[in-house]
C-alpha cells in the first residue's frame, strides 16, 4: 500500500510542477522578449525540482531584465546584447547584467573596469532559515547561469545542472 500511495504523490507532485510551468494562461499575449518582469515558479534538478514557498510573507522572487545601452553604442550594432537585470530574490535585492548571445546567458557584475562573470551586487539582509536557503540556491543558479529559452511567455534559465523556471508578471 504504502509504494502505491508513494507513487501517486510522486505523479501529483510532477504534475503540478507541470501545470504551474505550463499551464499558467494570460488572456493577453505578453512579447517574446527576456525584457521585463519575471515571477520564479520552480528551480532546481530536473527530477527533483522545487517550488517556491508559497506563503513568503515578503513577496514573490521576481527577476526584472531590461535591455542596455551606453551613449557610445548602439544595441543593434552587437552580437551579443547586454541587459542590466534585477531580483528580488525572497529576502535580499540583487543586481547586475546579463549579457546574452543567441541562447547563452552570462550574468555579470562590473568592478571598476573589470568584468565579473557570475556574480551580483546584493543587498545584506538576513531572513528566515528556509527562506535564506531558498534564496541563496536560486542565486547560485542564476549567477551560473549558461543558457535560457523562452517558450509560451515562460522563462526558463539553466545552469550545468539546474533551471529556473518563471512566468511573465501579469
Not at 56 to 84: F, H, K, M, W
Request: glycine share 10%; aromatic share 10%.
Amino acid at each position: 500500500m504504502r509504494p502505491l500511495f508513494l507513487l501517486s504523490l510522486s505523479v501529483l507532485v510532477v504534475g503540478l510542477v507541470i501545470g504551474i510551468a505550463i499551464g499558467i494562461d494570460s488572456s493577453e499575449s505578453p512579447p517574446d522578449g527576456l525584457e521585463g518582469t519575471w515571477v520564479l515558479r520552480f528551480y532546481g534538478e530536473p527530477g527533483k525540482l522545487r517550488l517556491p514557498y508559497p506563503w513568503n510573507p515578503l513577496g514573490d522572487i521576481t527577476l526584472t531584465i531590461s535591455a542596455c545601452a551606453t551613449a557610445e553604442q548602439e544595441i543593434s550594432d552587437y552580437p551579443a546584447r547586454d541587459y542590466v537585470i534585477s531580483t528580488y530574490a525572497g529576502v535580499n535585492w540583487c543586481g547586475g547584467n546579463c549579457e546574452v548571445n543567441g541562447n547563452k546567458f552570462i550574468t555579470y557584475t562590473v568592478y571598476g573596469e573589470e568584468k565579473h562573470t557570475g556574480s551580483l551586487m546584493c543587498t545584506e539582509r538576513a531572513g528566515p532559515p528556509h527562506l535564506m536557503a531558498q534564496e541563496d540556491r536560486y542565486l547560485d543558479i542564476l549567477t551560473s547561469a549558461q543558457t535560457y529559452e523562452i517558450t509560451n511567455s515562460r522563462l526558463f534559465i539553466f545552469s550545468v545542472k539546474e533551471v529556473l523556471g518563471f512566468t511573465r508578471k501579469g
